[in-house]
């Protein structure tokens, strides 16, 4: 790429064109002209505006306390992360609506169990399975 295809990209990228308008123009490839304005964060006018309204609105994390500023038009968060949201959730299974709890007798040993989300399952376990499937187990 020449000094003056790179000049040009950053004057069209800084007017709002986007990167396939760009490359059609310059005669070049797509890619080159992502991998440019990205390595020299060339983003054009789209920046100006903020991409995200705060509310004003805070709460704390239900796990940790951490402050959170809600976000406008958006669903309130109630954890400042994935690893707040697991750790609270798994340590409150009492207040998980299981929808899809099924039970089933084993056709091995006769057990009865529950199991969540597999309604496909037909063994207690995986001894069970293997000794029923295969013969094996403590009864020969």
């Given at each position: ?39 020299n964060d060339?983003?054009?006018n789209t ?55 099924y039970n ?37």
């Amino acid at each position: 790429m020449t000094d003056n295809q790179k000049a040009q990209i950053i004057k069209l990228r800084v007017a709002g064109n986007g990167y396939g308008k760009i490359a059609q123009m310059l005669g070049i490839s797509l890619n080159t002209v992502k991998s440019f304005c990205r390595r020299n964060d060339i983003n054009g006018n789209t920046a100006t505006e903020p991409s995200v309204t705060l509310t004003g609105e805070t709460t704390c994390c239900e796990n940790c306390g951490i402050t959170i500023q809600q976000i406008a038009k958006q669903k309130k968060k109630r954890f400042c992360c994935d690893k707040c949201r697991n750790e609270w959730w798994n340590s409150h299974l009492d207040r998980v609506k299981r929808k899809a709890v099924y039970n089933f007798k084993c056709p091995h040993c006769g057990k009865e169990f529950h199991i969540y989300g597999d309604r496909r399952r037909k063994y207690c376990s995986h001894e069970c399975y293997i000794a029923d499937r295969f013969g094996g187990g403590n009864d020969e």
